[in-house]
């Protein structure tokens, strides 16, 4: 087996365990390459099929390109979709800063939808080299129903071994890619051909490396226009993957504010 080999299998090994001992599943769908990649596998893992709804959480701030690749990929793959829209920033904790108060609109969003629909898992396409706070995480993530983490708290995970029974009033995150790195993503993406938004590729020496809603990221500098030449680029870049998202460069603790109290 390959590597990318590996990596599919354990991630199919994890969406189907899910799919066996949880009931009452929902996949988040951010519709960047992290999330496309999971529904795809998931399609893999399913025989063509997304069992589950798939949940958008829309602040109404996406880029055009984002809406239009949902819109054609959701027809195209049959999927169940939810949009679930996200409370306004207004209604934001106010002692955040600005972008990361804009961040925290999905997750009043994702806690109105788990309090409405009761979902006992949610999958989410997060990886650990994303972010140091993700570097945390579990692959079956417990949390209250009000979302909130305790990164201090996670059960152990020895050899593919997870806890998928959980206390009543607990719902669980799985991240079925949780061992990718942005590199992986990118080699199965091209060896699979699995459809990508176009915002990824460079235009006039730009290119978003990791997409979020208009208002609080920005591409990065780049002549990368094709999936060569973006593997090639991230082969010897230092630069942050999400280097082009405001919150990330506003206080110390922002993120780890977010994903406490429930961001995903």
Same mark, same amino acid.
């Given at each position: 087996?390959t590597? /990318?080999?590996? /990596?599919?299998?354990?991630s199919?090994?994890?969406?189907r365990?899910a ?10 769908w ?7 990649? /999971? ?6 893992a ?7 709804? $798939? ?15 949902r819109? $054609? ?15 306004? #920033? ?6 955040l ?5 804009a ?33 945390k995480?579990? $692959? ?36 079925p ?45 780049? &002549? ?7 593997? &090639? #680029? ?23 504010? /977010?994903? &406490?109290?429930?961001?995903?």
């Amino acid at each position: 087996m390959t590597d /990318l080999d590996q /990596l599919e299998s354990q991630s199919v090994y994890i969406l189907r365990e899910a799919f066996n001992k949880i009931d009452r599943l929902a996949l988040l769908w951010s519709i960047g390459k992290d999330s496309n990649v /999971l529904l795809w596998l998931v399609r893999k893992a399913f025989f063509g099929k997304v069992p589950f709804p $798939v949940v958008q959480l829309d602040t109404g701030m996406e880029l055009p390109e984002v809406y239009e690749f949902r819109d $054609v990929t959701a027809r195209d793959w049959d999927l169940d979709l939810v949009i679930e829209q996200c409370p306004p #920033e207004s209604e934001m904790d106010p002692t955040l800063p600005p972008a990361t108060r804009a961040a925290a609109r999905k997750t009043e969003g994702l806690k109105a939808l788990l309090k409405r629909e009761q979902y006992q898992g949610i999958f989410v396409g997060i990886r650990r080299d994303e972010q140091a706070t993700r570097a945390k995480e579990r $692959v079956f993530s417990p949390r209250a129903l009000d979302g909130v983490w305790d990164f201090k708290d996670q059960p152990a995970e020895f050899w593919d071994h997870y806890k998928t029974r959980f206390a009543e009033g607990t719902h669980v995150r799985i991240h079925p890619l949780l061992h990718w790195t942005e590199l992986d993503i990118w080699r199965y993406s091209k060896r699979e051909g699995i459809p990508i938004v176009p915002l990824y590729f460079a235009r006039d020496g730009k290119r978003y490396r990791s997409l979020g809603e208009k208002n609080i990221t920005f591409p990065v500098d780049s &002549s990368a226009a094709n999936i060569d030449e973006i593997i &090639s #680029e991230l082969e010897i870049t230092r630069t942050p993957e999400r280097a082009g998202r405001s919150m990330d460069n506003e206080t110390e603790d922002a993120f780890e504010r /977010l994903r &406490s109290s429930g961001y995903m």
